[in-house]
């Protein structure tokens, strides 16, 4: 049994993020993290491993410096990892970023009993959209948003969940899940871990790699293959002075309700 999880490397936005003066994202500025539900991920995979003896791989697109992201999830106890890496694979949307990662896991093979896992959502373009379309193109059922996975033989009781409460879903495998910080706690690196880390199978697909899938085309994959271009991006303006209204009376409390009110806020 094979566990395939994607991870993908984003700037670090939990502390200040830097915009350049044109109005772009200064990622020079911001340290470069493991996407935080994707840690998630990789935990499940990390106990299911542990129940099951699984192998779990690791894949993520990007750049060639996210090698360090793929040693330090190997530190904690992956065993293999894949980076899909090509020029041919810059300015993807999450159509043509799914098309890639699609092939990319249709080439390490998913069998009856693998899973395939995701975060919920990467916290850069935070779009929540490349598991469910790894899915589609996979041809995979998927439950997203996991916050409880038990495996027995080859069903999967999964709590989904959803604004209000929780859903429980079983699904046979083949499947993909997408992961919420809600499912675990990671763990850290182990110093065994960080000295093994280096001697595990680390492969790069490229292009070349990757052409002959059928997922794979000039016009499905890269800039020109996304259905949906960044035409500008900018800083959201900042909101204007807080407005003071004093008094206890039912007429200002009245006032306070019909401002809250018209914004939507209660
Ligand atoms: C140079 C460049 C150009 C871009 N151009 C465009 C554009 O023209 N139009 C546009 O809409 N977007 C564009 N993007 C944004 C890009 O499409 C998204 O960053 C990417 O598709 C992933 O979407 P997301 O970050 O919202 O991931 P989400 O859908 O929020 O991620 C969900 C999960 O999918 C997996 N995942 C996502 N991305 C990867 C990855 N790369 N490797 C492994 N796993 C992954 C992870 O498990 C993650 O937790 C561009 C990005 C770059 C760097």
Redesign the pocket.
């Known amino acids: 049994m094979k566990i395939i ?6 700037p670090d936005t939990s502390g200040k993020v830097a915009v350049n003066p044109d109005g772009t994202l200064n990622r020079a500025s911001m340290a470069a993290i493991t ?1 935080p ?2 840690l998630n ?1 990789v935990e499940a995979a990390l106990s299911l491993k542990e129940q099951t003896g699984a192998e779990i791989i690791v ?4 750049p060639p410096p996210a090698e360090g992201m793929l040693r330090e999830v190997m530190a904690r106890g992956v065993d293999r990892a894949v980076l ?1 890496s090509g020029r041919e694979f ?5 159509y ?3 098309q890639i ?1 699609a092939a990319a896991i249709n080439k390490i093979g998913v069998g009856p009993e693998d899973i395939v ?6 916290i ?8 469910p ?2 899915a589609e193109k996979l041809g995979l059922p998927q439950v997203s948003y996991a916050a409880e996975i038990k495996k027995d033989g080859d069903t999967l009781t999964i709590k989904r969940m959803l604004e209000d409460g929780y859903m429980t879903i079983k699904v046979k495998t083949p499947c993909l899940i ?1 992961c919420i910080k809600e499912l675990n706690t990671p763990r850290y690196m182990s110093v065994n871990g960080i000295f093994e880390c280096y001697a595990k199978p680390y492969e790069i697909f490229d292009y070349n790699t990757l052409k002959d899938d059928p997922l794979i085309d000039p016009s499905t994959i890269g ?1 020109k293959g ?1 259905p ?3 035409f500008k991006s900018f800083t959201p303006p900042q909101k204007g002075v807080g407005m003071m209204l004093e008094g206890a009376d039912k007429a200002t409390c009245d006032k306070l309700a019909g401002i809250l009110a018209a914004k939507h806020m209660i």
């Open positions: 999880v994607c991870v993908k490397q984003v996407n539900d994707d991920a894949v993520s697109m990007g899909v810059g300015g993807s949307d999450t043509a970023t799914s990662l896992m995701c975060g919920r959502q990467a850069d373009g935070d779009t929540a959209q490349v598991g379309q790894i997408t800039l996304s949906t271009n960044i």
